[in-house]
Nanobody
Framework: QVQLVESGGGLVQTGDSLRLSCAAS????????MGWFRQAPGKERQFVAA????????YYADSVKGRFTISRDNAKNTVYLQMNSLKPEDTAVYYC??????????????????WGQGTQVTVSS
């Protein structure tokens, strides 16, 4: 079992930045690929970004590429999502997730085993 706790959400204005954190506990963090997803009101949850277990590869949704950066610190059991140039359409609840598998093209956006409770990000125009 892996427990995930997100933090860092809030209310910001268009163009601002936020950094989300996700602290993991319970199993060996460095064995898990990690992802960030988001869900806006009335919409399905969507993939945002993912990072492999050792941080050697990252993947991004087209909508956030060039603005968001995912990273991890295995010594701190934490994954981060740095969000720059935020837009109103980035408003959503953001979830981190853990996957006990090697992340590769074709699987990095699905099949996650554990999920956090989410943190709200609201971007005002």
């Amino acid at each position: 079992q892996v427990q995930l706790v997100e933090s860092g959400g809030g209310l910001v204005q268009t163009g601002d930045s936020l950094r989300l954190s996700c602290a993991a506990s319970g199993r060996t963090f460095s064995n898990y690929g990690m992802g960030w997803f988001r869900q806006a009101p009335g919409k399905e949850r969507q993939f945002v970004a993912a990072v492999t277990s050792r941080g050697e590869r990252t993947y991004y949704a087209d909508s956030v590429k060039g603005r968001f950066t995912i990273s991890r610190d295995n010594a701190k059991n934490t994954v981060y999502l740095q969000m720059n140039s935020l837009k109103p359409e980035d408003t959503a609840v953001y979830y981190c997730a853990a996957k006990f598998a090697v992340l590769v093209t074709g699987n990095y956006d699905r099949g996650y085993d554990y999920w956090g409770q989410g943190t709200q990000v609201t971007v005002s125009s």
